[in-house]
């Protein structure tokens, strides 16, 4: 079966949940036994060989010891820290009810989004597609076994055998690459895809679905702004720039579209100003002036959202909202892992892993 117990989110079907202490509790103490800054502070000061001892003595010690006889060196961690993050999600559906699975199946969805688009990535390059399965997660609803069939297919064989986007969703995305030869237009299908699901489920939830919508509402919105600034940097063109957005009901539809018509990239941080982010989105500006990167600005605005979802933890100890803060946490510290890695095998300076560390 490509898919792990999926659960179809109806439109206007309302999801009643009940209390769930248990579930809540464990995934509390999970959260617990995530990394802390002091940790990432230990860590900067190791090479690869004391990084592994390290996570061996923590909640990576089974995978890494598993893997160990087959792998070694920064390889071993990049497929630990995969099967890691697959293993903690598959433990909340196991201590999860059907309605709180649904939840965490739809979240995890974005795992899945991501593998597909290395997939696409990968097949449209021509890259060996051992080394696609090697970058492949599969921490989502999607078994690895699927994903590595799918990573085996042609572009088009690849695209039409989705099974959580039917290819009518991408027809015309589809087409769009084929005139562009870029994989732009599918991309941003799929990330539409993914949060219209979630904003979906987030309505059909009453009550604690709220807070979880809020979350939503500003992951989408600094993904939107982070893809206009970066198309603006690109000088494309407005009506083009709308195209990458995700404009979605109820949304600030109307506002991101008036920032598409502003050329002037420090003129659209102050029509920012005044949103909860609106001085990250200043100083990240500011930074752009100066060096042309919006990596800070990225990174700043990931730490707000961390921020978010930490509060929604501690306000909502005993709702979902815990476990949406926990699956975004856990994902992070992956991420973190990942870019702390990738550093030291460059070879890159201390102070500069640092700061691309989202704490």
Known sequence: MPQKNVFAIKEGKKIKLGFYPYTYARTSAMKALLLKKEDYHKLMKMGVNEITKFLQDSVYKKEINELATAHSGIDLLEIALNRNLAASFDKLRRISQDELRLFIDEFTKRKDIEDIKTILRGRFTGINQEIIKKCLIGAG???????????????????????????????????????????????????????????????????????????????????????????????????????????????????????????????????????????????????????????????????YLLRTSVLLTHEHPLSINVILGYMFAKEIEVRNLRVLLKGKQLGLEESFIENQLIV
């Open 141 to 303: 609803t999607l078994s690895l076994d699927y994903l590595h069939k799918l990573a085996g297919m042609e572009f088009k064989e690849a695209i039409s055998n989705l099974t959580i986007i039917q290819f009518s969703h991408l027809e015309k995305a589809y087409k769009d690459f084929l005139e562009n030869k870029s994989l732009a237009s599918l991309e941003t299908e799929l990330d539409n895809f993914y949060y219209e699901n979630m904003l979906e489920l987030a309505n059909n939830i009453p009550e604690e679905g709220k807070l979880f919508k809020e979350f939503l509402t500003r992951e989408i919105d600094i993904f939107n702004i982070m893809t206009l600034l970066r198309l603006k940097r690109e000088k494309m063109d407005s009506k083009e720039i709308e195209k990458y957005l995700f404009l979605f009901r109820g949304g600030k539809k109307d506002k991101i579209k008036s920032l598409c018509k502003i050329d002037n990239i420090t003129e659209i941080g102050k029509r920012l100003e005044k949103e909860k982010y609106g001085s990250i989105v200043k100083k990240g500006l500011e930074e752009f002036e100066k060096t042309g990167s919006l990596i800070d600005l990225e990174i700043n605005l990931n730490k």
